[in-house]
T-cell receptor
Framework: AQSVSQHNHHVILSEAASLELGCNYSYGGTVNLFWYVQYPGQHLQLLLKYFSGDPLVKGIKGFEAEFIKSKFSFNLRKPSVQWSDTAEYFCAVQNAGGTSYGKLTFGQGTILTVHP | KAGVTQTPRYLIKTRGQQVTLSCSPI?????VSWYQQTPGQGLQFLFEYFSETQRNKGNFPGRFSGRQFSNSRSEMNVSTLELGDSALYLC????????????FGEGSRLTVL
C-alpha cells in the first residue's frame, strides 16, 4: 500500500526566509505527485504536480518541487516566503500506472506559519 | 467556471442518525471522489464514481455509501452515525481518466453529538 510521509508537522518562518518542506512516499511503481495547499477557511488548491518529464516542476505563487526518484522524495521549495503563504500544505501520491480512479494518498500535512 | 459545490457546509447530527451530503462537480467533469478529513487520520479516500458507477473504494465500513446521478452530481450517505464520524467531508471532481488532478470543494463539516 502507498504511504506518504511529510517531515514536519509545523514550520514557523519569518517573511523572506526560504522554505523547504519534505515529502517522501513509499510505492514501487510509477507515480504522479502533487502538492496541495489549504489556506485558512478555503478549499484545497493545487500548487503543482508532477506526471513525467523534467523532475523540477514549477507551480503557482513561486513554489517549485523536485522529484528525486531514487530517494522517493518530492520536496516543496520557495526561495522567499510571504505572510500570505501561511497555510497547510499537503503532499499527495497517485498510482500512475494502474487505475487509481480518484484516489490520492495524502501526507499528514505541514502547517506553515509565516510571521511578518 | 464554477468550482466544486458541496452542500450543506455545516451540519450537526446525533449518534445513530444518518446524513446525506451532496456534491456538484465542475461542469464537464464526470468523476467525483469523496474524502474524509480529520485531525487524527488526515485525508482519507472514501470512494470514486464515474458515469453513475463506483470504480474505486477506500477502507471504510459499509455505513459509508455513495451514488452518482446522470448529471454527474453525487451524494454520499453515512448511516448509524458514530462520534468518530465527525469530520470534514471533501468532494473532488476530475475529468475521469485513470489518474490526474483533482479539484476539491470546500467541504461539508459534520459534527456528531
Amino acid at each position: 500500500a502507498q504511504s506518504v510521509s511529510q517531515h514536519n508537522h509545523h514550520v514557523i518562518l519569518s517573511e523572506a526566509a526560504s522554505l523547504e518542506l519534505g515529502c517522501n512516499y513509499s510505492y514501487g511503481g510509477t507515480v504522479n505527485l502533487f502538492w496541495y495547499v489549504q489556506y485558512p477557511g478555503q478549499h484545497l488548491q493545487l500548487l503543482l504536480k508532477y506526471f513525467s518529464g523534467d523532475p523540477l516542476v514549477k507551480g503557482i505563487k513561486g513554489f517549485e518541487a523536485e522529484f528525486i526518484k531514487s530517494k522517493f522524495s518530492f520536496n516543496l521549495r520557495k526561495p522567499s516566503v510571504q505572510w500570505s503563504d501561511t497555510a497547510e500544505y499537503f503532499c499527495a501520491v497517485q498510482n500512475a500506472g494502474g487505475t487509481s480512479y480518484g484516489k490520492l494518498t495524502f501526507g499528514q500535512g505541514t502547517i506553515l506559519t509565516v510571521h511578518p | 467556471k464554477a468550482g466544486v459545490t458541496q452542500t450543506p457546509r455545516y451540519l450537526i447530527k446525533t449518534r445513530g442518525q444518518q446524513v446525506t451530503l451532496s456534491c456538484s462537480p465542475i461542469s464537464g467533469h464526470r468523476s467525483v471522489s469523496w474524502y474524509q478529513q480529520t485531525p487524527g487520520q488526515g485525508l482519507q479516500f472514501l470512494f470514486e464514481y464515474f458515469s453513475e458507477t463506483q470504480r474505486n473504494k477506500g477502507n471504510f465500513p459499509g455505513r459509508f455509501s455513495g451514488r452518482q446521478f446522470s448529471n454527474s452530481r453525487s451524494e454520499m450517505n453515512v448511516s448509524t452515525l458514530e462520534l468518530g464520524d465527525s469530520a470534514l467531508y471533501l468532494c473532488a471532481s476530475s475529468l475521469g481518466g485513470s489518474s490526474g488532478e483533482l479539484f476539491f470543494g470546500e467541504g461539508s463539516r459534520l459534527t456528531v453529538l
